[in-house]
């Protein structure tokens, strides 16, 4: 009898088969990392109605994911510094491929794909060198590395690409840390945060702000669908009422979020997520360390509304609306519905994996 | 029924650290005593500014006081990067001999006055900056032997001005802020003066762990002898115990209404600072050799011990381990 899997392989064989898209996936529609009531971790793909669909192990805590723009396929980041990837094969939750950072190495847990989805972009420190890199992988050739450029900074984090186009646009914290002393910083009195935009492998724009805003680390990206860039920052020492938050659109001046003394102390210096809402016309900003998350209006940057939700970090975009999720296990419509996930603790990002292919 | 919904309303949260005894008994103390003893340093450079025992018997006792506050990384020491400006270490890229190299190569005019070495490289001020001009041979005769010591009183006076704003700031305004927290103060509530303390302990015994132990220790195949703290004065090993010492003070403060807590940290911290004395080698020189390094390797284990009890069980005390993201920082 010919088995349902014989005909498969048979297919694979002669390459008959349809390549498999996002559009045949009636899974997950999002991947998080997330601590397990034993104290291990695991990478979980949520579905839209935030069901857990899958949990797969991973051996340290992982961090975010980059979703491939049209295979139903994400690479996972292990948190630095991790010196692992998993590419994961989204219907599934089945391992593909392992990344390897090359020596002298290690991740900082955040990637992003090329237009055409045959590189994968990977940002890097090169930790001798107390730089930064960003690493590229061939994703038709099983992820085989071919080459790393520099990311225009120290301690280059999160890294997205801007709308149709291969412009990649990096967060340079500024940060330098060496694996040797764990995750301690080693350069904040001389600390430069910058963002900075990439074309053909060259840094062709690179934004910094003012001296007094020399450390609040650049740690996460959020960009519309118009191509403008939100980046959240991260304060290193005191806490203070400077902004967190900054928008950009190539060729202008950036733009600082505005919001009250108080209201940006709320956020006890530091935001761990961003993103905008599916208009554009909302951006959404959580902060684990204040328990809340702030809304702003994009047009004036200015602070619009804010939730308050213990632990919460993780946020993405979807049709439906913001979701944000919580170091508690709760993942929720901003607007809305709470679902509880107990035992589960919901790591820094939410990554909507269908809707990330622009 | 209604007695047990009754008692458990009663009861607090998390436990609250007790401010006024933490500030009282070691935080102005702290901050006095470096203030006074930097003091001393620059009045001993003033009188005799060679390298010699005098001068270098002050540094030590005045760089002792720094270490002993070192974990109090918030408020005063933040102000104008006060805390950078007497220490400016870990130097991964060597900005600290290049720096110097640069003023004394240049008879660099800018260390005639303290307040105009404020605008030298960061890099170039405070305790490890004038280790290289008291102990690094490279130093210790390079350029001219005027400017030389010029750049030592300068080095002093700029260390002695920078340990007194911080004294005064405590003793001024701040000791009030963390004791009374209030709606506009940089504190709002108990709970965040406690989140504060507790946060100094954290950091101080990771950055005793992984920066003054592990930079040195580096791997076993590619051990770091050179990244030592302090290692040209020998005070490497010193500046673990002198930071132990003073985090288990912190630590018995917090953990002071829960005393089997208490217990275990006592025992963790004396623990360790038994393995730390049984340590020969001052400035971790001994790091490459499988022996030694053995026992520089079971003090860091037994920081990473205190660092579990404090992690779990004191954050679970303090009420302060809400957050698997709130404590990740990424």
């Not at chain 1, 904040?188 to 910094?208: A, F, H, W």
């Not at chain 2, 800018?110 to 890099?123: E, F, L, M, N």
């Amino acid at each position: 009898m010919t088995t349902r899997r014989q005909v498969l392989a048979g297919l694979l064989a002669t390459g008959l088969t349809p390549r498999p898209s996002w559009a045949d996936l009636g899974g997950p529609a999002f991947l998080s990392a997330a601590g397990l009531p034993d104290g291990g971790y695991a990478l979980c793909g949520i579905s839209a109605a935030h069901d857990v669909l899958f949990r797969l192990p991973l051996p340290t805590r992982g961090h975010a994911a980059a979703a491939h723009p049209t295979r139903p396929e994400a690479v996972a980041f292990a948190r630095r510094p991790g010196t692992f990837a998993l590419v994961i094969d989204c219907r599934t939750g089945d391992v593909r491929a392992t990344l390897n950072a090359p020596t002298g190495r290690h991740f900082y847990g955040h990637g992003v794909f090329s237009q055409d989805g045959t590189r994968l972009y990977t940002t890097e420190n090169d930790f001798e060198a107390g730089e930064g890199r960003i690493g590229i992988w061939d994703a038709t050739q099983n992820y085989r590395r071919i080459a790393e450029i520099p990311s225009g900074g120290i301690g280059p984090h999160d890294i997205k690409r801007l709308p149709g186009k291969d412009t990649l646009v990096v967060a340079n914290g500024g940060i330098e840390t060496h694996p040797d002393s764990g995750r301690s910083k080693l350069n904040l009195p001389t600390m430069r945060p910058n963002l900075s935009y990439i074309d053909q492998g060259e840094v062709s724009e690179q934004i910094e702000l003012t001296a007094d805003l020399h450390k609040n680390s650049i740690r996460h990206l959020a960009v519309s669908a118009s191509g403008e860039v939100a980046f959240a920052m991260q304060r290193q020492g005191d806490i203070t009422d400077l902004p967190l938050l900054a928008l950009h659109k190539r060729g202008t001046a950036p733009r600082l979020a505005q919001a009250t003394s108080t209201d940006w102390r709320a956020m006890r210096g530091y935001i761990g997520s961003v993103a905008f809402s599916t208009s554009g016309l909302q951006l959404a900003v959580t902060s684990p360390r204040g328990g809340r998350v702030q809304l702003f209006d994009t047009q004036t940057a200015t602070l619009q509304d804010q939730v308050q939700m213990a632990d919460v970090c993780g946020v993405a975009t979807t049709r439906d609306g913001l979701v944000v999720t919580s170091g508690t296990g709760a993942i929720r419509f901003l607007s809305g519905r709470t679902t509880p996930v107990p035992g589960l603790r919901w790591d820094n990002h939410l990554v909507a994996i269908r809707e990330s292919s622009t | 029924m209604r007695l047990i919904v009754l008692l458990l309303a009663l009861m607090p949260l998390a436990a609250l650290a007790d401010t006024r005894q933490i500030v009282d008994t070691q935080i102005l103390p702290g901050v006095t005593q470096l203030a006074e003893r930097a003091e001393t340093l620059h009045k001993t450079a003033r009188q005799n500014c060679t390298p010699s025992m005098p001068l270098k018997d002050a540094y030590s006792t005045a760089f002792d006081a720094w270490v002993t506050i070192s974990h109090l990384r918030f408020g005063p020491t933040e102000t104008d990067d006060r805390a950078f400006a007497l220490a400016f270490w870990p130097d991964s890229r060597g900005a600290t001999p290049k720096a110097l190299s640069k003023l004394i190569s240049q008879s660099d005019p800018i260390a005639q006055t303290a307040q105009g070495y404020r605008d030298v490289s960061i890099a170039a001020r405070g305790f490890y900056a004038l280790e290289f001009l008291l102990y690094d041979p490279a130093f210790t005769d390079a350029g001219k032997p005027e400017y030389r010591c010029q750049l030592i009183q300068t080095m002093t006076a700029d260390i002695a001005l920078t340990t007194r704003a911080i004294a005064q700031d405590w003793h001024g305004s701040y000791a009030t802020k963390l004791i009374d927290p209030s709606a506009d103060g940089p504190y709002r509530t108990d709970q965040e003066v406690t989140q504060e303390l507790f946060k100094a302990l954290s950091t101080g015994l990771q950055f005793t762990s992984e920066t003054r132990l592990g930079r040195p220790l580096g791997t076993f195949d590619k051990p770091r002898p050179l990244r030592a703290e302090a290692r040209r004065s020998d005070r490497s090993l010193r500046h673990v115990e002198l930071s132990l010492s003073a985090l288990q003070s912190l630590a018995l403060a917090l953990a002071s209404d829960a005393p089997e807590l208490q217990g275990t940290l006592d025992q963790r911290f004396t623990k360790a600072l038994e393995v730390a004395g049984r340590i020969q080698d001052p400035s971790f020189a001994g790091v490459a050799d499988p022996a030694s390094r053995l026992r520089v390797e079971a003090l860091q284990s037994a920081v990473e011990a205190i660092r579990l009890t404090v992690g779990l069980d004191l954050a679970s005390h303090l009420g302060v381990s809400a957050g698997f993201n709130a404590l990740d920082g990424d």
